[in-house]
């Protein structure tokens, strides 16, 4: 009998569960992978924290920015909106003295600014997770099977196209449609664990019962 193939993208971890490639691939990815990525949550501090953090991360690899999120919590208030929005010259200057963190000016400003949007744009909506759940796509739109395939030609979608239009209108930056599409991934606004994943399925129960904010 010939050798079990392991389909393209997916990895055995040391419990020897498939996962997605990319989280079986680094001791740090594992707890991330099966127990956050991808499951939907209304919490507007995780909110605002991941769309910092994934503009953080442009030029530079997610495992990069997730060993660096402790850090980052304490430098930016825990992603308290206000607070992060009362930032001034020498939060920068702090933010910008700390090792911890990717110390790269425009997208510390990029995160203060973020904030006094973020206090506009929830007193408008009501909260960012009103705000950002309008963007998720209908069911229709998804591939029936997510294989590896089809997840590399979707770095970006029509929504995370038209969620980072109007957060640009809004004044918002370092929110491009692969970042927010990364940022949509990773809270569950769609469920890109491959099929095959053995969290897959986990995430799709998680996102059923998930009540969606108004």
Not at 72 to 98: C, I, N, T, Y
Request: proline share 5%; net charge positive; charged share 30%.
């Amino acid at each position: 009998m010939g050798a079990v193939t392991t389909p393209a993208g997916l990895a055995a971890g040391p419990d020897r569960k498939l996962r997605c490639s990319w989280g079986a691939s680094a001791a740090e990815y594992l707890p991330y992978h099966d127990g956050e990525w991808g499951l939907p949550t209304a919490d507007d501090v995780r909110l605002f924290e991941k769309v910092c953090l994934e503009g953080f991360q442009a030029g530079l690899s997610w495992l990069t920015i997730l060993r660096k999120r402790e850090a980052f919590r304490r430098g930016f208030a825990g992603f308290d909106v206000e607070k992060v929005a009362r930032f001034g010259a020498r939060d920068v200057a702090r933010l910008l003295a700390d090792e911890g963190i990717v110390r790269h000016r425009g997208k510390i400003e990029s995160a203060i600014n973020n904030a006094r949007r973020a206090c506009d744009l929830r007193d408008e909506a009501g909260s960012l997770a009103a705000y950002f759940w309008r963007f998720e796509p209908e069911p229709a739109s998804r591939p029936r099977r997510l294989t590896w395939e089809a997840l590399r030609g979707m770095a970006t979608t029509p929504e995370s196209v038209a969620l980072s239009k109007d957060l640009r209108r809004r004044g918002w930056s370092f929110v491009g449609p692969t970042t927010l599409y990364a940022f949509m991934q990773a809270v569950g606004i769609v469920n890109d664990h491959l099929d095959g994943c053995a969290f897959r399925a986990s995430a799709e129960r998680a996102r059923r019962a998930f009540e969606r904010p108004r």
